[in-house]
């Protein structure tokens, strides 16, 4: 086999494999022979037919398809290989023949390759550096959303539901007096104020008490997933069954215990130190993304479409993840919506686009400017995450594969392009404009941080997207 490659359109590689005539008469034999099973021919038994035969009965052209597939299978990986210097592929080729005769074939595999990157410049750009810090309301914030989170269950009799409880209604949607779909559900639980449902139902569910029935009015948004419910009125029927309030933990030592503390200054301390390292968390990823974004402005890449279709993948995967951890799966939320993976998956295609450039940004500045990671920095950072775990150096070394250390080695390699470009660019300092302090009863009344609204199962009166 001899093999040609030459650039294509859309950061694509054409790689042109021609056989020769004993190749080719090679891999129709073993067509043959992997395939023979599923043809008879009157006066052979099946699977014993001889080759020529079933190409007189079923055309010379029987064995080709699956012929092609064992040259591609059996050369394709090797020109890969051969060619890894001069381009990488990111996806599965698009096959054709160019030329099929007794003299020879010609297979030619279109790949999408890693796609270079033209940045216009990466130094002595204006960017923002960000800087967020904890205050005192913070942890007074954080302390009271998870002191609601534990609180005790208790069931309500003597009055009527408030924001905060969780009320058991059944209800009904109707729009001009017809029900539509979706919109209907039995001892459904509620957490009023949760905002999972459209705006003003829960608010209109307060006020009510066990047996009650009432009408709640409602608008569904502009941007509604249902289009036949986009900006319409629309009334639900309430029938509310039960409640169910809190019963808040008294701050103290008990309680600080019940979290892990021995005291609740040791309790204050320790939440502080957690939102200290998800602020500086936060201040790295959204400076980091600040000035690949700048960069980004004068730099220009042909994204191949298998690579953009790649991320897409990764973030509906995400949403998957952060549905599952709410009891929802991602299926039933696309029937809900009425849409497929497919369909759903193209909502990420811009954000998919920027996330592989910034990638290739990456790279690129990192070949630029020789950044490496050495084996003295890759042996600390393995020794960091063993201690970790508990194991010593040596015996986590044995339960990780090469991929974790390539992962290691990149990280360091991206820890220290961040570092350089932040020395290398004039970094103006944005700093998060907080209130000196917040009121502690209006966190004591909104619960703290309160839950991002999700879509749920079965009813059309959910979802505020």
Do not use: C
């Not at 279109?110 to 810090?133: M, N, R, S």
């Not at 970790?388 to 990280?411: C, F, H, M, W």
């Not at 209006?442 to 879509?455: L, W």
């Amino acid at each position: 086999m001899k093999y040609v490659t030459e650039p294509s359109e859309k950061s694509t590689v054409k790689v042109s494999m021609t056989f020769t005539p004993e190749e080719w008469a090679a891999a129709n034999d073993k067509a043959y022979l992997e395939n023979r099973k599923k043809y008879a021919v009157n006066g052979f038994r099946k699977g014993k037919v001889p080759k020529h035969v079933l190409e007189l009965y079923y055309g010379k052209g029987l064995f080709y398809e699956e012929a092609l597939g064992i040259l591609y299978g059996e050369h394709y990986s090797d020109v890969l290989e051969k060619e890894k210097d001069r381009f990488t592929a990111v996806g599965e080729p698009s096959l054709s023949v160019d030329d099929i005769s007794d003299e020879k074939v010609v297979l030619v595999a279109t790949v999408p390759v890693l796609p270079d990157v033209e940045i216009q410049t990466y130094k002595g750009i204006k960017i923002t550096k960000f800087e967020y810090t904890v205050t005192d309301a913070d942890v007074d914030k954080e302390i009271e959303g998870t002191r609601e989170r534990v609180a005790e269950k208790v069931e309500v009799t003597d009055r009527a539901a408030a924001m905060g409880d969780t009320v058991k209604i059944d209800f009904v949607g109707t729009k001009d007096g017809e029900a539509f779909e979706g919109g209907t559900a039995e001892g459904y639980d509620l957490t009023l104020g949760s905002r999972s449902f459209i705006p003003g139902f829960e608010e209109g569910v307060v006020g009510m008490k066990i047996g009650e029935k009432k009408d709640v009015a409602v608008k569904f948004p502009d941007d509604y997933q249902a289009e036949n419910l986009k900006g319409q009125n629309a009334t639900f029927a309430v029938t509310l069954h039960a409640i169910t309030g809190k019963k808040l933990a008294e701050l103290n030592d008990e309680f600080a215990k019940k979290m892990g503390s021995e005291t609740m200054e040791a309790y204050r301390a320790k939440v502080r130190e957690r939102l200290e390292k998800n602020a500086a968390t936060r201040s790295r990823n959204e400076t980091e993304n600040a000035i690949l974004t700048e960069i980004a402005k004068g730099a220009k890449a042909e994204i191949p479409d298998a690579l953009i279709s790649r991320q897409e993948d990764i973030s509906l995967r995400n949403m998957e993840y952060n549905l599952m951890y709410q009891g929802i799966k991602l299926d039933d939320y696309l029937k809900y919506i009425g849409s497929t993976r497919e369909e759903y998956k193209k909502n990420f295609e811009e954000e998919a686009k920027t996330s592989v450039l910034h990638q290739l940004i990456l790279e690129k500045i990192i070949k630029l400017e020789n950044i490496t990671a050495s084996e003295e920095e890759i042996n600390a950072k393995v020794e960091e995450q063993a201690k970790s775990v508990g194991k010593s150096a040596e015996e986590y070394k044995k339960t990780i594969d090469p991929r974790q250390l390539d992962y290691i080695e990149n990280d360091i390699k991206v820890t220290k392009l961040f570092t350089f470009l932040e020395a290398n660019n004039e970094m103006t300092a944005f700093k998060e404009e907080k209130p000196k302090s917040a009121p502690k009863k209006k966190a004591e009344a909104d619960g703290g941080t309160k839950p991002k609204a999700a879509p749920k199962k079965k009813a059309a009166a959910k979802k505020e997207d």
